[in-house]
């Protein structure tokens, strides 16, 4: 069966620190990849996809970028946080009629 | 372009009465539906889908969902709420074809009471 996973679970960063959110799925090969913001635990908000390694779109211009070094490993990444960048941050894969399947999220929180 | 609307930011209902979840839709062409539930700190979970064929579609925990095409709405059901059904919900369409973007809906929140 099909897994997918992130970490870390929850985040705590200074403004203008770095940031590197890892995201892995297991049981599929040449998934799509999805990373989606939450706010105020309501909508989501699409960042970035890929549809396989090294192809990246990316949705809205933001501080945040992604890279996918592997057929199953999608990084999102920033290297100056703003505290606009809190938030839930969400991994999804999808396979056959576009059913996504997400993992458990991330809670960042700048300060 | 694709787009969702959940016109209910909350919804309440007791326990044991049925309750329906509000979602309409636009898509070019013919659209893929999905629900999805969301708990506390949690990723989001599917619960079912349209794709093709009969409009009543059956999910998991005893959810269903009707796909009404003239009126574009996908609204999910239940015919006996439970308090753990207490969550947020989702709604997403995508037009059918290959690597096709989900657009999700704002969400809402359902509140079931004893």
């Known amino acids: 069966s099909q897994t997918i996973h992130q970490w870390p679970a929850t985040l705590v960063q200074p403004v203008g620190s770095p940031l590197s959110l890892e995201c892995t799925v297991e049981?599929?090969?040449?998934?799509?990849l999805y990373w989606y913001r939450q706010a105020a635990g309501r909508g989501l908000q699409l960042l970035f996809y890929?549809?396989?390694?090294?192809?990246i779109s990316s949705e809205v211009p933001q501080n945040l970028s992604a890279s996918r070094p592997q057929d199953r490993q999608f990084i999102l990444s920033s290297k100056k946080l703003l505290l606009s960048d809190s938030g839930f941050y969400l991994c999804a894969w999808d396979r056959e009629y576009n059913e996504q399947f997400f993992g458990p999220g991330t809670r960042l929180t700048v300060l | 372009a694709q787009s969702v609307a959940q016109p209910e930011d909350q919804v309440n209902v007791a326990e044991g009465n049925p309750l329906t979840v509000k979602c309409t839709y636009s898509?070019?062409?013919?659209?893929?539906l999905f629900w999805y539930v969301q708990y506390p700190n949690r990723g989001l979970q599917f619960l079912l889908k349209?794709?093709?064929?009969?409009?009543l579609v059956k999910g998991s925990y005893g959810f269903e969902a009707e796909f009404n095409k003239s009126q574009t709405s996908f609204h999910l059901k239940k015919p006996s709420a439970l308090v753990s059904d207490s969550a947020l919900y989702f709604c997403?369409?995508?037009?059918?074809?290959?690597?096709?973007?989900?657009?999700f809906g704002t969400g809402t929140r359902l509140q079931v009471t004893l």
């Open positions: 349209y794709i093709t064929g009969d409009n």
């Open positions: 890929s549809v396989g390694i090294g192809q």
């Open positions: 898509v070019s062409g013919n659209p893929y």
């Open positions: 049981g599929t090969s040449n998934p799509n």
């Open positions: 997403a369409v995508s037009r059918t074809g290959t690597a096709s973007k989900l657009t």
